[in-house]
């Protein structure tokens, strides 16, 4: 089940720095390729506003 980031982002860029496989890209709101994406919670554990969750 990949990730997925909702409108808490604060757009900081800690998600980026941590994703071993570049699955995130940077924007208003920052997105997750699911097809990228290997669920390994490297972002969840760095986000300071808990804005990355699982996807349903």
Known sequence: MA???NDDC???GACVDECPVEAISEGDI???DPE???DCEACV???PVEA???AE
């Open 30 to 32: 920052y997105k997750i």
């Open 10 to 12: 604060t757009a900081c």
């Open 3 to 5: 990730y997925v980031i």
């Open 36 to 38: 990228l994406c290997t």
């Open 45 to 47: 554990d760095v986000c």
């Open 52 to 54: 990355i969750h699982p």
